[in-house]
């Protein structure tokens, strides 16, 4: 079955940038979203189709994908960025979606 | 404006199965199609499946397969997500999340469902 991989956490002091990866066979020629996950908390979408950012979503938080790695930057993080952070996108058939294992940054 | 809200809290013994609804309110069921995610403690976000306007069926995740059924009933405007068979690695928060129009991405959420399988 496909599988994403992310890096299990990630740790930046505030306002510095934090750079999340995807890795993903389909990913050069399929989308990667990015998901934010505060505790207790339904996902909040933070990316779409690699690097469009969702209405309401901060300026800070900005995507690209180049050939199998996909990745989610947040320039100048913040103590209310702390979460986890999981990429999704689809195999390369386009039916089966699936989910990173998700990143937990500490800000 | 848009929102999704699940069913209670459910806790069923090892071998039950279990029905966890999602009724939608803002837009129209049809219009859009529904997925299933869960969350199993401490873990990660795990797709189960849903519909593909694309194909017209809906779509479940291979480790799922033959186990979980997903439906809708239109009039009311609720999705519903069975799932049989439980087993206590079924112990999660069920998510129900609307597809995007335009895209793969859920762009709503429901609040989550509980779901503990214990003897």
């Known amino acids: 079955s496909y599988e994403l991989t992310q890096p299990p956490s990630v740790s930046v002091s505030p306002g510095q940038t934090a750079r999340i990866t995807c890795s993903g066979d389909?990913?050069?020629?399929?989308?990667a979203y990015w998901y934010q996950q505060k505790s207790g908390q339904a996902p909040v979408l933070v990316i779409y189709?690699?690097?469009k950012r969702p209405s309401g979503i901060p300026e800070r938080f900005s995507g690209s994908s180049s050939g199998t790695k996909a990745t989610l930057t947040i320039s100048g993080g913040q103590v209310e960025d702390e979460a986890d952070y999981y990429c999704y996108s689809t195999d390369s058939s386009g039916n089966h979606r699936v989910f990173g294992g998700g990143t937990k940054l500490t800000v | 404006q848009v929102q999704l809200i699940q069913s209670g809290a459910e806790v069923k013994k090892p071998g039950a199965s279990v029905k966890v609804s999602c009724k939608v309110s803002?837009?129209?069921?049809?219009?859009?199609?529904t997925h299933w995610v869960r969350q199993a403690p401490g873990k990660g976000l795990e797709w189960m499946g849903g519909f593909d306007p694309d194909d017209g069926e809906t779509i479940y995740a291979q480790k799922f397969q033959g186990r979980v059924t997903m439906t809708e009933d239109t009039s009311v405007g609720t999705a519903y997500m069975e799932l049989s068979s439980l087993t206590s690695e079924d112990t999660a928060v069920y998510y129900c999340a609307r597809r995007s129009g335009d895209g793969y991405h859920f762009d709503y959420w429901g609040q989550g469902t509980l779901v503990t399988v214990s003897s």
């Open positions: 389909a990913l050069p020629k399929k989308f």
């Open positions: 803002g837009y129209t069921l049809t219009d859009l199609s």
């Open positions: 189709e690699d690097s």
